[in-house]
């Protein structure tokens, strides 16, 4: 019986060896007529796995590789694989230029697939129909959704099946969306607990008096409406090392003292918006620093120039002329009480009533006679600041003696310092643990003190978690819309970027750079995606512009490197999509819409100043000394002549 099931074994085997290879294209949902497709990937496959066997010439028909202006030839199979990916900042691009690709060899036709080419245009539709709807319904969740569905529909054509992939694709996708490396990235559902948990530490510090507290030695400084905001400014330049936190810990800390001195929740959620990204983007010290530094070497390094990305870092600082001129504008308004535009209108609104009610009542009411305790304050904000300057320290250090100990080269190894700790911790990891330690601390402090009793406090708790429902769902979508418009879906910023690639000039690189970061940051609600698309395009871009022997800390280089960085936060911060911006209307308990658009005129503003008292006269070499001393006085001259003091007539 085993003698035929052998022979029958050694029969089968040459025939299974002999599988014929088949091959897979693997393209984007959908591409972008005249648009560089990101990347397409042919694959020889033996049962459904690739064969690394595979080396062979291939003809491939509907994909155009330019390199340089050039088109070049996509000819072969290399370990069983041939990937064609655009490399804008190399000149490199691929373009599937017809409906159907067809890989062939002799003749013969190894595979063909499908495509779906659409207008380029219409990848901007998503986030211009949240912006658009925003302001005509002035209701974010519906505009957001109808934004999310508008790109479902381009995606997958049928209105009823988008309708369906909006909801469980898009947008319970974003809550826990697949890793690279499989499983789930938990990143998304990491922010949204550490939000309910802020929102929780923030209510039950509220409850049992702790606010209270805080409030009554505050308002030894903050005796005015103009003092108030000011003291939520400094709060905000305190709050330096993270936007996330700095955006919900001064909301939570400020909005009991400014509702007292009658400054709008718009202005709140203004000022809350204007020190965080700012502030974490210009820190020397903050989670935003690792990410900048890599965006800013890496782009140096695939050019062939060896710097050190952290002194560059340094050196763009007096170029970031959007955050520091947003930052000292904003100082301006705290501090002579002028406003203009519809932010004015809210306060002149404000001001008719004794408390502004914008998504709905604050969701944790004070306790009569619950006496005011400082310690009920201070213990969770001094577990919740410990837990992450601690925190990420430790994370920091541990990532890089895992990595020391693993490399077997010394040139590989990673020195501690204080900027590659940061670099390397994980920075939402650590904003949820802190803030549900925060939380718990908080919870316990109030029982300990007895200033409340335990179903108070849980009570406590869970309404400060449900006060941040709102935001939370405004935050999933947003990111939904993110991944609408990324790369592998509809491609917005490729479009942009494409769309604007033919009016570079080294005199015009940074004024455009900042312009075209901008309009990408609004579109997609991300600074850092911005920053890493874009940096390495312009810097590549620039040094071939630049005349030999150029320094890459020459004045229009530099200009251009903290024109991306600047502009990706200009863009964010007007976007009513973004992440920092729908946290800080939440932070203020302010009608989203409605902090966007009172956000508008001073951000527009500002980017304006930006403009021509910096990124222009940068690219023509004009150093930061003369245009920032300019800019300032400009900013001045804005909110001196063009803002009004609530008490003059209207």
């Known amino acids: 019986m085993i003698r035929p099931l052998l022979l029958i074994c050694l029969l089968a085997g040459p025939s299974i060896a002999a599988e014929p290879v088949s091959y897979s294209i693997d393209v984007p949902q959908v591409l972008l007529k005249g648009t560089p ?83 380029g245009w219409l990848s901007l539709l998503p986030p211009v129909v949240a912006v658009v709807l925003s302001v005509l319904l002035r209701d974010v969740l519906i505009s957001l959704f109808a934004a999310v569905y508008a790109g479902a529909v381009l995606l997958w054509s049928n209105p009823f099946v988008a309708f369906l992939r909006s909801i469980d694709t898009l947008i319970l996708g974003e809550i826990a969306p697949s890793a690279d490396g499989g499983g789930a990235d938990l990143g998304h559902a990491t922010i949204l607990l550490f939000t309910f948990f802020l929102g929780a530490m923030v209510a039950v510090m509220s409850r049992s008096g702790g606010t209270a507290a805080l409030l009554g030695h ?93 002194t560059l870092f340094l050196q763009t600082l007096p170029y970031r002329f959007y955050p520091v001129y947003l930052l000292a504008f904003t100082l301006m308004i705290a501090w002579t009480g002028r406003d203009f535009g519809s932010m004015r209108r809210a306060e002149l609104r404000n001001r008719q009533r004794d408390q502004e009610s914008s998504i709905g009542e604050t969701a944790v009411v004070a306790r009569d006679a619950v006496r005011p305790s400082l310690i009920n304050a201070l213990i969770p904000l001094a577990v919740l600041l410990g837990g992450l300057v601690f925190g990420m320290a430790w994370n920091g250090t541990s990532a890089i003696e895992t990595h020391n100990a693993a490399v077997a080269d010394e040139s590989e190894r990673i020195e501690p310092t204080i900027w590659a700790v940061l670099d390397k911790s994980e920075p939402v990891e ?74 570079l000039s080294v005199h015009w690189l940074p004024a455009l750079a900042f312009v075209i970061a901008g309009a990408v940051a609004f579109a997609t609600g991300s600074s850092w995606s911005t920053m890493g698309l874009l940096m390495p395009l312009f810097i590549a871009v620039g040094w071939s512009l630049m005349p030999d022997g150029t320094r890459p800390d020459a004045t229009p280089m530099l200009g251009t490197i903290g024109a991306i960085l600047a502009g990706a936060i200009f863009g964010d911060h007007c976007s009513p999509i973004s992440d920092t911006t729908v946290l800080s209307s939440a932070a203020a308990e302010c009608d989203h819409i409605e902090h966007v658009t009172t956000q508008m005129p001073y951000a527009l503003s500002v980017g304006a100043i930006s403009l021509l008292f910096g990124y222009i006269p940068a690219g023509f070499g004009i150093s930061s000394l003369i245009t920032i001393p300019l800019g300032l006085a400009a900013c001045y001259g804005v909110v001196r002549f063009c803002g009004r003091r609530l008490e003059e007539a209207a």
């Open 37 to 119: 497709v990101p990347r397409v990937t042919i694959t020889a496959e033996r049962d459904g796995v690739r064969d690394a066997t595979v080396n062979e010439p291939i003809e491939v028909q509907g994909i155009d590789r330019v390199l340089e202006g050039e088109a070049t030839a996509l000819d072969s199979i290399e370990n069983g694989r041939a990937v064609f990916e655009s490399k804008t900042a190399e000149s490199d691009l691929v373009f599937v230029t017809d409906d159907q690709i067809v890989v062939s060899r002799d003749g013969e036709t190894l595979a063909s697939r499908t495509v779906r080419r659409i207008p």
């Open 218 to 310: 505050a308002e030894r400084f903050a005796t005015n409406r103009e003092r108030g905001q000011v003291l939520t400014c400094l709060l905000g330049f305190l709050i330096f090392f993270d936007d996330y936190a700095n955006a919900l810990l001064v909301g939570g800390t400020m909005r009991p003292l400014t509702d007292r001195l009658k400054i709008s929740r718009a202005k709140l959620a203004y000022l809350i918006d204007a020190t965080s990204a700012p502030v974490a983007g210009l820190a020397i010290v903050s989670t935003w620093v690792g990410v900048e530094i890599g965006y800013i070497a890496a782009g140096f390094q695939q050019v062939g120039v060896d710097t050190d990305g952290y």
């Open 430 to 503: 650590i904003l949820f643990l802190s803030s549900f330690a925060a939380a718990m601390s908080a919870l316990f402090t109030s029982l300990v003190t007895r200033q409340l009793r335990l179903s108070e406090a849980t009570e406590a708790w869970i309404a400060g978690m449900k006060a941040m429902l709102p935001a939370s769902m405004v935050l999933v979508l947003a990111w939904a819309i993110a991944r609408v418009c990324d790369p592998q879906h509809l491609n917005t910023a490729g479009y942009i970027v494409h769309a604007t690639a033919g009016a």
